[in-house]
């Protein structure tokens, strides 16, 4: 019974997204370009992505380094 409740809600969510960006295009479809602002627009979602594959390379080098030392760390209790 929960589960078809939870269902009904995420299906009714799910329109609502989908059916938002329509409805909010209805109007000047160049308001942003028109007003400058699609550049700032632009920049953010740049410096979002920069700071996430900077992030990802961040997390790997610290990965390759932890894997290196348990690998060395292996390699003494084996010898």
């Given at each position: 019974m929960?589960?078809f409740?939870?269902?009904?809600?995420?299906?009714?969510i799910?329109f609502m997204?989908?059916?938002?960006?329509?409805?909010?295009a209805?109007?000047n479809r160049?308001?942003m370009r028109?007003?400058?602002k699609?550049?700032v627009?632009?920049?953010?979602?740049?410096l979002?992505f920069l700071?996430?594959?900077?992030?990802?390379v961040y997390l790997?080098r610290?990965?390759?380094?932890?894997e290196?030392q348990?690998?060395?760390?292996?390699?003494?209790?084996t010898?």
């Open positions: 929960k589960f409740r939870m269902r009904k809600v995420f299906t009714i799910l997204a989908i059916s938002l960006p329509s409805l909010m209805q109007g160049d308001f028109e007003s400058g699609i550049y627009v632009v920049g953010v979602i740049g979002i700071g996430i594959v900077s992030y990802l790997e610290k990965l390759t380094k932890l290196h348990l690998k060395d760390d292996k390699n003494e209790w010898n």
